[in-house]
């Protein structure tokens, strides 16, 4: 391979080394530090091909460049029949290609149609559905306590089918970066009691884990913000504890309402504390998405 033209590379210097700078091994020799940019322009001149080595500054984590999603340019094959878009509505969660996806610094990757995320919305269903209960419990009329507690209880399912489909989402989307799992895979043991908490250890805590790596690891990901792995890891803890504490409550046929009972405080804090890690998760997991589905900046 001839040498590449010293006026559009430099050697690695601990002045010039920023945060942002990229470099690549080629022949043996180091270049850099320069943007993505530039080191995507190296690839669509063919200089810079999927086995080279690329790092960034500021990292001894050197990888193959056809492992960095969107660096090395894939070939499209010419067929006499148009392919069907990858950006059709009929799936929005197909599996992305390239075409699908903008790649690199500054704005990172983002799916045209992946769906946002409102969790304000979220939120307030939440809040409403609460308030329905209560005022179910509170009302003195008998005959208007059926009506709110049903209205109720189709509000707290909404909420949980939203809840799903955010989890649906946030899997479906991490395909791209070589998920093990599919979103269908993902929520579907999701509604056996028991065995569900357990199952969110690898829902909950194994997807906050693949997506601080990759944020960490992917140039596209760069500017998102990683989440705060230590609350998914306590939900599946929280969430098995309130559910045995429910399954108790259910067994002995009451329900912790005396706040002069110490184990009905106990119950209540058990399933507020889930409650609360529970929504501090679903936000940052929203927060994620809608990186993902934004427009491009």
Same mark, same amino acid.
């Given at each position: 391979?001839?040498?590449?033209?010293?006026?559009?590379?430099?050697?690695?210097?601990?002045?010039?080394?920023?945060?942002?700078? +990229?470099?690549?091994?080629?022949?043996?020799?180091?270049?850099?530090?320069?943007?993505?940019?530039?080191?995507?322009?190296?690839?669509? @001149?063919? &200089?810079?091909?999927? #086995?080279? &080595?690329?790092?960034?500054?500021?990292?001894?984590?050197?990888?193959?460049?056809?492992?960095?999603?969107?660096?090395?340019?894939?070939?499209?094959?010419?067929?006499?029949?148009?392919?069907?878009? @990858?950006?059709?509505?009929?799936?929005?969660?197909?599996?992305?290609?390239?075409?699908?996806?903008?790649?690199?610094?500054?704005?990172?990757?983002?799916?045209? #149609?992946?769906?946002?995320?409102?969790?304000?919305?979220?939120?307030?269903?939440?809040?409403?559905?609460?308030?329905?209960?209560?005022?179910? +419990? &509170?009302?003195?009329?008998?005959?208007?306590?059926?009506?709110?507690?049903?209205?109720?209880?189709?509000?707290?399912?909404? +909420?949980?089918?939203?809840?799903?489909?955010?989890?649906?989402?946030?899997?479906?989307?991490?395909?791209?970066?070589?998920?093990?799992?599919?979103?269908?895979?993902?929520?579907?043991?999701?509604?056996?009691?028991?065995?569900?908490?357990?199952?969110?250890?690898?829902?909950?805590?194994?997807?906050?884990?693949?997506?601080?790596?990759?944020?960490?690891?992917?140039?596209?990901?760069?500017?998102?913000?990683?989440?705060?792995?230590?609350?998914?890891?306590?939900?599946?803890?929280?969430?098995?504890?309130?559910?045995?504490?429910?399954?108790?409550?259910?067994?002995?046929?009451? +329900?912790?309402?005396?706040? &002069? @009972?110490?184990?009905?405080?106990?119950?209540?804090?058990?399933?507020?504390?889930?409650?609360?890690?529970?929504?501090?998760?679903?936000?940052?997991?929203?927060?994620?998405?809608?990186?993902?589905?934004?427009?491009?900046?």
């Amino acid at each position: 391979m001839a040498d590449l033209p010293q006026r559009n590379f430099k050697q690695p210097s601990r002045e010039s080394i920023g945060s942002t700078g +990229w470099f690549c091994e080629i022949a043996d020799k180091k270049h850099g530090p320069m943007e993505f940019r530039e080191l995507r322009l190296m690839a669509l @001149d063919r &200089k810079l091909l999927g #086995h080279h &080595k690329v790092w960034r500054s500021g990292s001894n984590d050197q990888q193959e460049a056809e492992a960095i999603v969107g660096l090395i340019p894939v070939a499209r094959r010419v067929v006499d029949e148009t392919p069907p878009s @990858d950006l059709s509505d009929e799936n929005p969660y197909a599996p992305p290609t390239v075409r699908t996806i903008a790649d690199g610094p500054p704005g990172g990757l983002y799916l045209p #149609h992946l769906r946002h995320t409102n969790f304000l919305v979220f939120l307030l269903i939440l809040i409403g559905t609460g308030g329905l209960f209560y005022a179910g +419990w &509170k009302v003195p009329d008998p005959d208007s306590k059926p009506l709110i507690f049903s209205l109720a209880s189709l509000g707290l399912l909404f +909420w949980i089918i939203l809840a799903t489909v955010y989890l649906f989402r946030a899997w479906e989307m991490m395909r791209m970066f070589g998920a093990p799992l599919t979103g269908s895979k993902a929520v579907r043991f999701l509604f056996f009691p028991i065995f569900n908490a357990l199952w969110s250890f690898v829902v909950v805590f194994g997807w906050a884990k693949l997506w601080n790596q990759n944020v960490k690891t992917h140039p596209g990901l760069a500017p998102a913000s990683k989440v705060w792995s230590p609350f998914f890891f306590l939900f599946p803890i929280l969430f098995l504890v309130s559910q045995a504490l429910a399954a108790v409550y259910l067994f002995v046929q009451e +329900w912790p309402l005396n706040l &002069k @009972d110490q184990g009905h405080l106990i119950a209540l804090g058990v399933w507020s504390l889930s409650l609360g890690v529970g929504l501090i998760c679903w936000f940052q997991i929203s927060r994620s998405i809608n990186f993902l589905a934004r427009k491009k900046s």
